[in-house]
């Protein structure tokens, strides 16, 4: 996927719809799209989630089913209109008896000459076009991709030599039929309202996400969203793990009531993290501060001690502290544990989104 925006000039990465088509076009040469679905789905049973929907459900779907997919396939599967991808091209070929000499035309036994045309099926190119720049980093990163649906509008006629030759013309359509066997869910205006083949455990995993409160992944824009979450992949990857088990841990038997409190539970849990990850980020800048303030202080304590020499010492020893570089080792004390260290956390991921929305008045 790297090669394919590498590829891309200035002018398609300008333009929404020559984007589309760009993508469009790299899928289609040697059946790439299939053979990549096909690959993930046996790697990735319960965590590669596949779904149909329309373009307006694309951004909303891709930020919250990220959360909890392994990779994330797209797709309108053959619903929209035709956008031609490779114009019309004609081709010919002779053939001619085994061991025959081809400059011999006298010896061909038939012509075939064929046309093509080959279309991208979809219901907004623009939109189509939009999404794919916008989720950039994830189709880069392998966390997200588009499979397009194709049309080939073929036409070839056999043209036999000799006396009492006839052409025979023959029309070729193709669409591509196998979609549906790599997709899990239909979603129609952000819920599922169908299932293909999904698995229980993508199912129990989806639903739930897709219902939840998250005012932190609804605010953010999928660029920001896909910049984010390839920046901080591994928290990232540790929140991933805490919401399937968390939705994997829903009893199916609650009833509708007790499921939606469930929700708000774990919805409330994921808040309270967020604001404990502010408040120590609050306190590891309070404690640099210190830091910055006692490099001075280290700077200063050393020239008094060059300076005054023991008699310094001496009053530095009546607070408990031992020469200008215990002065600086008391306040590089406070600065331990800063803003670096949270960045492990599975919940600095979600932070970093609800800082980015402007969430909890952060």
């Not at 189709?139 to 052409?167: F, I, N, Q």
């Not at 280290?298 to 408990?320: K, R």
């Not at 600065?335 to 008045?361: E, F, H, I």
């Amino acid at each position: 996927m790297r090669g394919l925006f590498a590829a891309m000039s200035p002018a398609e990465r300008g333009d929404p719809q020559l984007m589309a088509k760009k993508y469009g076009q790299y899928f289609y040469g040697g059946a790439l799209a299939h053979r990549l679905a096909r690959s993930q789905k046996r790697s990735r049973a319960h965590f590669h989630i596949g779904f149909e929907a329309t373009d307006g459900d694309f951004a909303t779907l891709t930020k919250r089913s990220a959360l909890v997919a392994e990779t994330l396939l797209l797709s309108h599967r053959g619903t929209g209109s035709r956008h031609s991808i490779f114009p019309r091209r004609t081709t010919s070929t002779t053939s001619y008896p085994v061991g025959a000499n081809p400059s011999l035309s006298g010896l061909a036994l038939s012509t075939r000459d064929s046309t093509s045309a080959v279309y991208m099926t979809c219901r907004d190119l623009n939109a189509l076009g939009q999404w794919i720049t916008d989720a950039e980093p994830l189709l880069k990163s392998g966390l997200a991709w588009y499979m397009p649906d194709y049309w080939v509008d073929g036409e070839s006629t056999v043209s036999p030599r000799g006396p009492g030759a006839s052409s025979v013309r023959t029309i070729r359509r193709d669409e591509s039929h196998d979609i549906p066997s790599y997709l899990d869910f239909l979603v129609q205006d952000g819920k599922v309202v169908g299932e293909f083949d999904a698995s229980p455990v993508a199912s129990q995993v989806v639903r739930p996400v897709l219902r939840i409160d998250l005012p932190f992944v609804d605010g953010v824009t999928l660029r920001d969203f896909s910049e984010i979450t390839v920046q901080e992949f591994a928290s990232y990857a540790q929140l991933r793990l805490f919401l399937r088990d968390a939705f994997l841990g829903l009893d199916d038997a609650l009833n509708a009531e007790q499921s939606e409190r469930e929700m708000v539970r774990i919805g409330q849990r994921i808040e309270s993290e967020i604001r404990g990850v502010q408040s120590q980020l609050t306190a590891a800048r309070r404690k640099r501060a210190v830091a910055v303030t006692g490099a001075t202080i280290g700077t200063v304590g050393a020239t008094l001690v060059a300076v005054y020499g023991p008699a310094f010492n001496e009053a530095l020893a009546v607070l408990g502290v031992a020469g200008a570089g215990g002065v600086w080792g008391v306040v590089q004390a406070m600065a331990d544990g800063g803003p670096r260290a949270l960045r492990d956390s599975q919940w600095y991921y979600v932070w970093a989104l609800a800082k980015k929305s402007n969430t909890y008045g952060l």
